[in-house]
């Protein structure tokens, strides 16, 4: 299970709407592939929206929802209630199959299905504020060691025209297209990209925790790409070779957000994000930047504290508070805390 589309419904009201049906206005993601990816299996794709053998004429599955549950603000959702809320949090258990172990028919050359057990994949997601944050565990089952060549875990599928990877090889936003890379060796801190409309009406962040298990990208080489367009797709690399026995764990968290950007000029692109409880603002830079910046109202009067730096950039606050000094040597990330 997992989300496949994202719009925006137009607004002017102090209330959240009410008609949970009705379409959005636009649709500015729409996942007919995936946005949580599946694992490739010795170069068999496994979970996720995709079939065994990529053959979507038999439909056999490589995967099973076996449990799901939604709560709002810690409350169950259930029996079609209405309620208004600041978060709503879904679990989700699947069934990954194991690619390798396939069940045939009674000519004994047919497959039927998959019965043999791969992995158990939990996920996560927690939903607020125009962000979706996405926590997966994998744990492996199986019981001979498998090779898993390949593991993007995050993606997406924005309708975007322009894209940033900041402290990457894209310096501003360029035109989306295929084939930009970034490989670990020569951007070994990147974490996110962003994406926009050439209007500039819509932006969509997705950002992988750099301090966090798969995150840290220990399973990937340096020649690999930390994140890469390809086709109409964008992906992060988590996993490139790993041998997964019986009892591996891997795990991951990271967040989707949709947002209209506080400050977006020649020199950073800052923005808030709401990430598994708290409330971040991200000062992501595209050249070199030693200054001290405004906030926009409502941001002014926040406590801050320093969440997580590139080690191109420092930052320091008045107590805490506004205004905001960074130094930045290079392109890169900074995220504070919002505190209050």
């Known amino acids: 299970m997992g989300f496949y589309q994202v719009?925006?419904?137009?607004?002017?009201?102090?209330?959240?709407?009410?008609?949970?049906?009705?379409?959005?206005?636009?649709?500015?993601n729409l996942a007919y592939s995936d946005n949580i990816g599946p694992i490739s299996?010795?170069?068999?794709?496994?979970?996720?929206?995709?079939?065994?053998?990529?053959?979507?004429t038999k439909k056999i599955k490589t995967a099973t929802c076996d449990w799901f549950s939604f709560t709002a603000d810690g409350k169950p959702l259930d029996n079609n209630r209405l309620i208004a809320c600041k978060e709503i949090q879904i679990n989700v258990v699947n069934t990954i199959y194991n690619p390798l172990l396939p069940t045939y028919g009674a000519d004994g050359k047919t497959v039927i299905s998959l019965d043999s057990v791969l992995c158990l994949e939990k996920v996560e997601y927690r939903v607020a504020g125009g962000s979706i944050s996405v926590n997966t565990e994998h744990t492996y089952v199986q019981r001979d060691p498998v090779k898993v060549t390949t593991y993007y875990g995050m993606q997406s599928m924005?309708?975007?025209?322009?894209?940033?990877?900041?402290?990457?090889?894209?310096?501003?936003?360029?035109?989306?297209q295929a084939g930009i890379n970034n490989p670990k060796s020569a951007y070994p801190e990147l974490s996110s990209w962003i994406q926009r409309d050439s209007a500039g009406s819509w932006y969509e962040a997705c950002w992988m925790n750099p301090s966090y298990e798969l995150g840290k990208r220990a399973?990937?080489?340096?020649?690999?790409?930390?994140?890469?367009?390809?086709?109409?797709?964008?992906?992060?690399?988590?996993?490139?070779?790993?041998?997964?026995?019986?009892?591996?764990?891997?795990?991951?968290?990271?967040?989707?957000?949709?947002?209209?950007?506080?400050?977006?000029?020649?020199?950073?692109?800052?923005?808030?994000?709401?990430?598994?409880?708290g409330n971040y603002l991200f000062i992501q830079t595209k050249k070199a930047v030693s200054s001290v910046f405004d906030l926009p109202a409502g941001y002014t009067n926040h406590v801050y504290s320093v969440w997580h730096t590139d080690k191109t950039q420092s930052v320091t606050t008045h107590s805490g508070k506004a205004p905001i000094k960074l130094v930045s040597k290079d392109p890169g990330t900074t995220i504070l805390k919002i505190e209050n």
């Open 219 to 277: 399973l990937i080489t340096e020649d690999d790409n930390m994140a890469f367009t390809s086709g109409t797709k964008v992906y992060h690399r988590l996993i490139n070779g790993q041998v997964a026995k019986k009892g591996t764990i891997n795990k991951w968290s990271g967040c989707y957000t949709w947002f209209t950007p506080l400050i977006d000029n020649d020199r950073l692109l800052c923005y808030e994000m709401k990430y598994n409880g």
């Open 158 to 176: 924005a309708k975007g025209d322009e894209i940033y990877f900041p402290g990457g090889s894209t310096p501003d936003f360029v035109k989306k």
């Open 41 to 56: 299996i010795e170069g068999n794709f496994c979970g996720a929206n995709h079939c065994y053998k990529e053959d979507y």
């Open 7 to 28: 719009g925006i419904a137009a607004n002017t009201t102090d209330s959240p709407l009410t008609d949970v049906g009705r379409n959005p206005d636009k649709v500015i």
